[in-house]
């Protein structure tokens, strides 16, 4: 089995940036489309990025365009969200997923089959 581990979250004041990392450990996959979700109390669920595997294309949430990029390593079998101008209204706990296969709707969460724990980003103001 997959295990998916985020890392790169902490407090910082808005117009700042943080890049996340997402990899996998434990077990070999074939990545086809990994997606970056966030989750603030209280609120649901939240598609904001994927990026298809094997061309590097990229898909974002309306809210983050023009601020977050999505990137992967092949070799590292990682994925990174590089994100700038945060804002405090992006405060919430960043989790990747990936779908063992290519989606017609990227920003389904239910299409991924495999998740991290998350990592907490918070923005002050």
């Known amino acids: 089995q997959v295990h998916l581990v985020e890392s790169g979250g902490g407090l910082v004041q808005a117009g700042g940036s943080l890049s996340l990392s997402c990899a996998a450990s434990?077990?070999?996959?074939?990545?086809?489309?990994v997606g970056w979700f966030r989750q603030a109390p209280g609120k649901e669920r939240e598609f904001v990025a994927a990026?298809?595997?094997?061309?590097?294309?990229?898909y974002y949430a309306d809210f983050v365009k023009g601020r977050f990029t999505i990137s992967r390593d092949n070799a590292k079998n990682t994925v990174y969200l590089q994100m700038n101008d945060l804002k405090p209204e992006d405060t919430a706990v960043y989790l990747c997923?990936?779908?063992?296969?290519?989606?017609?709707?990227?920003?389904?969460?239910?299409?991924?089959?495999?998740w991290g724990q998350g990592t907490q980003v918070t923005v002050s103001s």
């Open positions: 997923a990936v779908a063992p296969r290519y989606l017609v709707d990227n920003s389904v969460s239910s299409s991924y089959h495999f």
């Open positions: 990026i298809r595997w094997s061309s590097g294309s990229a």
């Open positions: 434990g077990g070999t996959f074939t990545w086809y489309t």
